[in-house]
């Protein structure tokens, strides 16, 4: 008997054009646009637009970075108010009260003991403690970086040309904090009774700053000072000077690419 093997030819299916198809996806997918935002003047009026940089307005939302650093700075600028004194550290107490024996009463060497009435206090609060914690330098500069993203991204970042006065004048700095909010479209920035806005200053102007002093709602600093504890507790970020406030700020987070 004889027997005869059978041959089987396997198909092979063809493989279809993958690579060209996403080859041409990413052809006819257009470039993210580069970010720009407008500057507003003190009249309330649109001066122009400024272009941003990426590596401060362009960055992702790190919220574990965020709450590291933020919970960080809060720590280290707590105060060690708390202090008790030992029954080693106050006053008086020097002479036995009662002889050891004899009396009926308890034996007791000092009044300054802790179950005493305004003896030492045992295990309380003392002023050596700290609370300072360590921060990286790239840590800081990529929470900055992250929060001032997230401020941009949810338009709560304003451009300003200038903010001058002649005088520190209240009045007029009322002005134009209304006409800028007006041409925004922010007018809680005018309104908002308690944390408005932090305004960020390129260089040192004592006329305006003090002209925003007496406003409760707002926070004066300078551009190279701010801090993600600042930015997040107002509302809305007022940049005054686009062209030297983002060098700055450019300068200060360009350590912040490699920070993941």
């Known amino acids: 008997m004889t027997t005869t093997a059978k041959t089987t030819t396997k198909k092979t299916a063809t493989p279809r ?3 060209a198809v996403n080859v041409n996806e990413s052809a006819t997918k257009k470039p993210a646009a580069p970010l720009s935002a407008p500057v507003y003047t003190m009249a309330g009026k649109q001066a122009g637009t400024v272009s941003l940089p990426e590596t401060v307005f362009g960055v992702p939302w790190k919220a574990d970075l965020v709450h590291q650093v933020v919970t960080a700075m809060q720590a280290n600028a707590r105060p060690t108010v708390a202090h008790t004194k030992t029954r080693g550290e106050v006053r008086g107490g020097g002479k036995k009260p009662w002889k ?4 009926g009463r308890a034996r007791h060497g000092s009044s300054r003991s802790p179950i005493w009435r305004g003896g030492g206090t045992t295990h309380g609060p003392r002023a050596e403690r700290s609370y300072t914690q360590k921060i990286n330098r790239k840590m800081r500069a990529g929470a900055l970086a992250s929060v001032l993203s997230r401020k941009f991204k949810d338009g709560k970042v304003l ?6 006065f002649d005088a520190p004048k209240t009045k007029d700095a009322k002005v134009a904090l209304v006409a800028i909010a007006k041409a925004a479209g922010t007018p809680t920035l ?3 009774r308690a944390h408005a806005a932090l305004i960020a200053f390129s260089s040192n102007d004592l006329a305006a700053k003090k002209s925003f002093t007496n406003f409760g709602n ?5 551009v190279r000072n701010i801090n993600p504890v600042e930015v997040l ?3 809305y970020l007022l940049i ?8 700055a700020l450019s300068a200060r987070l360009s350590s912040a690419k490699r920070v993941s």
């Open 218 to 222: 707002l926070l004066t600093e300078d």
């Open 240 to 247: 005054e000077k686009p062209a030297e406030a983002l060098e």
């Open 17 to 19: 054009s993958v690579t």
């Open 190 to 192: 005018a309104t908002r």
């Open 233 to 235: 507790r107002y509302q």
């Open 159 to 164: 451009f300003v040309d200038t903010l001058s």
């Open 100 to 103: 050891q024996k004899g009396t």
